[in-house]
């Protein structure tokens, strides 16, 4: 009689590396002074700088991880310096979309 071959063992699952939550500073530009905070009771998240005191604040859901209020921030701040060619902020409705 012949023996039993054993299951082989299942690969060990990977970590998943942490995302940061210290970044740089749109404002000021120093590295790792701003800290993401997320209020999960609150549904509400906070990015502040400690070297310059700028901060913003968001709603977040479940999924929300601090790189997305970064993201937001920046992604506000970059939509606040953009101007339009007379020196009007450019709104997102008088954005033309054209399809392509």
Not at 64 to 91: A, F, H, K, L, M
Request: proline share 7%.
């Amino acid at each position: 009689m012949g023996k039993r071959k054993s299951r082989a063992k299942p690969p060990p699952k990977k970590r998943m590396d942490k995302l940061d939550t210290v970044f740089s500073c749109p404002f000021c530009n120093h590295g790792t002074s701003v800290e993401c905070r997320i209020d999960m009771k609150n549904l509400i998240g906070e990015a502040s700088c400690r070297i310059c005191q700028e901060n913003f604040s968001t709603t977040v859901t479940a999924l929300t991880e601090p790189i997305d209020i970064y993201s937001e921030w920046i992604d506000e701040c970059e939509r606040v310096n953009t101007v339009d060619d007379d020196g009007v902020p450019v709104e997102d409705d008088d954005v033309d979309y054209r399809p392509r």
